[in-house]
């Protein structure tokens, strides 16, 4: 098994021990950078002294067993905020700035998480008593690994965890069988944006376009409502070889053609399909790429680059959640503003309330903003010139 995309793993880390100084290549399946100051530590140490090194930005090689490893790594983010105030409400100026420090908080979390870190030797596999077989998660994740190195140990988790979700696949009624989610990938769990794509009125099953498929999902979606050719694009191989995959389980590889690509394929077609993500903001993980959009910059190509790719007559399927609007990171003006510049027009919308658990979570920080979401299917078509 070959991972989807292998990170780069270049960077050495360094540490002493027992007076002598070690080395070992620096692994990441999330890419980040290779902490500078490195302490081996073992079994005896504590959680507040655990803590206490992460935040002045020191990380730690364990050294002792896997599962006092887990164990620790749970109690430093029992002292961690989790970037939440429970019950707290925001006036409407606030919300805004209240989810930029929710993010921050969340962000700097990880970080001091990332800090606790496992020695891996070829196999791969975690060199520690008691470590479980990894050797398929962090294939699938990170590649081989060709000589001894470490990793964050929420990266192994990570990995591991997502190899479930890959192995035993998730259930989507719209298609009435599992998708497989890759390491990197989105996993399609809310349903609500699957059925308004399964309901919607075809504007024709010729040729339908897809672009930032993910999983597949939607390219299949479309090809079993009767599309004869859906062309589905991504700028990202993990995602690539993640509907090859799910449309090869499918038996919808005929039908179906994913290419790696930035945005749009070549040509025109009489639909073209996006989902871009659905709200401003800097991603700072794998998975945060199918959620934060910076500065709007895939939904805004996507308008942008539309009517370009339209046939006379076809149809944009704008798949977007309203969430970004309540939080105040965007307004439904400058949607209508940036549809208005590209030439097109709101041919109809077809809107369906959030299901999801955090939209009735009453304790969420910004239940005011989830309990209020909804999901639209903006069906777009080419400005028609005044006569």
């Given amino acids: 098994m070959t991972p989807d995309q292998t990170p780069e793993a270049h960077e050495t880390i360094t540490w002493t021990w027992d007076g002598a100084d070690h080395s070992a290549l620096w692994r990441s399946a999330i890419g980040s950078k290779a902490p500078k100051n490195v302490a081996a530590v073992d079994d005896f140490l504590t959680a ?21 490893a887990r164990q620790l790594l749970s109690a430093m983010a029992r002292r961690l905020p989790d970037g939440t105030r429970k019950g707290r409400k925001h006036d409407a100026g606030s919300v805004a700035d209240a989810f930029y420090r929710y993010r921050q908080s969340r962000s700097q979390r990880a970080r001091i998480l990332g800090l606790l870190l496992v020695p891996l030797e070829p196999g791969p596999a975690v060199a520690l008593r008691r470590a479980p077989d990894i050797k398929e998660a962090w294939l699938a994740a990170a590649g081989p690994v060709t000589e001894p190195g470490a990793a964050p140990l929420q990266d192994v988790l990570g990995a591991i965890g997502a190899w479930e979700w890959r192995r035993n696949g998730l259930y989507v009624e719209a298609l009435d069988a599992l998708i497989h989610p890759h390491y990197g990938t989105f996993a399609p769990i809310r349903s609500e944006y699957l059925d308004l794509v399964a309901q919607a009125p075809l504007p024709s099953v010729d040729l339908a376009f897809d672009v930032g498929t993910g999983t597949g999902v939607l390219a299949a979606i479309l090809a079993r409502r009767g599309v004869r050719k859906v062309i589905a694009t991504d700028s990202e191989p993990r995602a690539i070889a993640c509907a090859v995959d799910n449309l090869r389980r499918l038996g919808l590889d005929g039908q179906v053609e994913p290419e790696l690509t930035d945005m749009f394929p070549a040509g025109r077609a009489a639909l073209v399909v996006c989902n871009p993500p659905w709200l401003p903001g800097t991603p700072h993980t794998l998975l945060d790429n ?45 949607l209508h503003q940036w549809i208005e510049q590209a030439g097109l027009a709101v041919k109809d919308r077809l809107d369906t309330r959030a299901e999801h658990p955090r939209s009735m979570d009453r304790s969420d920080p910004f239940f005011a903003a989830r309990s209020q979401e909804v999901t639209s299917l903006w069906r777009l078509a080419a400005k028609q010139p005044t006569p």
């Fill in 48 to 68: 507040d002294d655990a803590y206490r090194l992460a935040a002045q930005g020191t990380a730690m090689l364990w050294t002792g067993d896997y599962h006092n």
């Fill in 290 to 334: 199918a959620v934060y959009d910076p500065k709007s910059r895939m939904l805004k190509a996507f308008l942008a680059g539309l009517k370009e790719h339209l046939e006379p007559g076809g149809e944009g399927w704008l798949v977007l959640s309203d969430l970004a609007e309540h939080l105040g990171l965007r307004s439904r003006e400058e």
